[in-house]
């Protein structure tokens, strides 16, 4: 087994319930297939990254989709709110005995393997690893034991989680990595190539 380990979080895949930021612009049936073609492209920036990795679904484990048992270990996210989630996603983690945990979500259209092979490398000199999202959130979060604080008191989906989560931070060796942007509304995807297939009943 290695030391280090990557979670990721996931949404099921179905129609009304995953992106719906995103569904209000383009309907729920287009923001599926946005978020079906994102999950396939997260599988293909993970699926060759040499740590062990768990996907934590939103709702129920799908035994045979595109997360292959080979690959990925399968779980469900627990609590009540995204910090919960994360929290105990992280717990587990530990309590399993990795010692390098990293947590990404599952709508990450400008993350490529060598981003995340970067991040488990900066952690092992740094108490933390965060990827700033361009909302104020991160779309990444490494750590090399549990600070629960990161978790709680927060304002999860606004653009002062980033801030208020390096606060709790405070005094120890910090590795930041490149600004990304994730998708959650229209705005994010209307002027990239890939996404027009998606969208062209908005555009027409």
Not at 87 to 110: P, R, T
Not at 118 to 145: C, T
Request: with cysteine; aromatic share 12%.
């Amino acid at each position: 087994m290695s030391k280090s380990l990557l979670l990721i979080l996931t949404r099921n895949p179905e129609l009304g319930k995953c992106k719906t930021r995103l569904a209000a612009t383009v309907g729920d049936p287009a923001a599926l297939e946005i978020y079906k073609f994102l999950l396939d492209h997260t599988v293909s920036l993970t699926k060759y990254l040499g740590v062990d990795k768990w996907v934590f679904y939103s709702e129920e484990i799908w035994e045979n989709d595109i997360w292959d048992n080979h690959f990925y270990q399968k779980k469900l996210q627990v609590g009540n709110d995204l910090g919960e989630r994360m929290l105990n996603a992280f717990k587990e983690s530990f309590q399993a005995g990795f010692d390098q945990v990293i947590i990404i979500g599952s709508d990450m259209y400008h993350l490529a393997q060598k981003d995340l092979e970067e991040a488990f490398h900066q952690l092992k000199n740094h108490d933390y690893v965060v990827g700033p999202a361009e909302d104020g959130g991160y779309y990444l979060l490494g750590m090399k034991q549990l600070n629960e604080k990161l978790f709680q008191n927060k304002a999860w989906g606004t653009d002062s989680v980033l801030a208020s989560t390096i606060q709790d931070m405070e005094g120890a060796n910090i590795a930041l990595l490149d600004e990304r942007n994730d998708v959650d509304y229209y705005e994010d995807i209307k002027d990239i190539g890939a996404f027009q297939p998606f969208i062209k009943h908005i555009k027409a």
